[in-house]
């Protein structure tokens, strides 16, 4: 129930507020698609659901997989400045004590667009993100984490003809500094990222495919969402996962699939799948 009333106003004011939304994930001829564990650095009005089954880690949880769905949107009141909110319920939910099944502690995500240029097809972008503490299920932690980032996406359409067949790559990624209001609670840095080849570009600028679709309107995916602690019983321990995939990009939503391989035992074990719906709001 708090999640619900905390999400209420920015769907209510997404919804109202969805005929000035601007292009969004656009640079120069490139469109960047939001990925579905590591943000990307646009602002923009969406909404976007998330489906799937994940591997949990930990050393208690190794052979153990939990089936989550996650909700949110995001609204842009100013050019170039977004807030965004998720609300993550998981059936098998570590984050809380004691474990049980439901939300997680409520996640948000603030940033200001600094960069867009066209040319360079490169965008950069500041904020913060994190969980905000008691917004979660019974049993969920009362700390807030916030972390400082930098977002960032490179599409490489710059480069010469000679590596033509190049140009479809694009990069995306987020730097953060990861603290807790909890002073007992370790730090960590957050380096997830995206590698990137858009048949979509391929077909659009650099030379007719002569595919049909779906295939012209594919980009394929490999995310990276990786974590190091750096502090604390955890120090020095890297997390993550290595999620292959697909987005196909549609006139007015994205859906993507991708699996999700954990890169050490610490990070679970088994595969899971993730699947998204993402919707803009606006041209």
């Known amino acids: ?25 656009i640079a120069g001829n490139r469109y960047f698609p939001p990925t579905i564990s590591v943000e990307d650095p646009y602002a923009g009005y969406e909404m976007h659901a998330v489906v ?139 380096w997830g990222f995206t590698l990137q080849y858009s048949f979509l570009y391929l077909n659009q600028h650099v030379r007719p495919t002569g595919w049909g679709e779906p295939w012209n309107s594919l980009v394929a995916v490999v995310e990276f969402p990786l974590q190091t602690c750096l502090s604390g019983f955890c120090n020095g321990q890297v997390t993550g996962s290595v999620n292959p995939g697909l987005v196909w990009v549609g006139p007015a939503f994205n859906l993507s699939a991708e699996a999700v391989f954990p890169i050490n035992n610490q990070s679970g074990r088994g595969v899971g799948m993730l699947f998204q719906i993402h919707k803009f709001f606006g041209k």
């Open 1 to 25: 129930m708090k999640l619900a009333f905390i999400c209420m106003p920015l769907l209510a004011s997404l919804l109202l507020n969805w005929s000035v939304a601007n292009a969004h994930g």
């Open 52 to 190: 799937g089954r994940v591997p949990i880690g930990g050393s208690n949880n190794s052979n153990a997989m939990s089936s989550n769905l996650m909700i949110g949107g995001g609204i842009e009141p100013m050019d170039g400045f977004g807030i965004a909110i998720d609300g993550l319920y998981r059936n098998h939910n570590v984050n809380l004590t004691p474990e049980a099944n439901g939300f997680d502690n409520l996640y948000y995500t603030i940033k200001k667009e600094l960069t867009i240029n066209d040319e360079r097809e490169f965008a950069f972008t500041v904020g913060v993100n994190g969980q905000v503490g008691g917004t979660g299920g019974s049993g969920v932690a009362n700390s807030t984490t916030y972390a400082p980032s930098v977002f960032y996406a490179k599409g490489f359409g710059d480069l010469p003809n000679s590596m033509r067949l190049l140009k479809p790559f694009a990069v995306t990624g987020v730097l953060g500094y990861q603290m807790s209001t909890d002073q007992g609670q370790p730090t960590a840095l957050n």
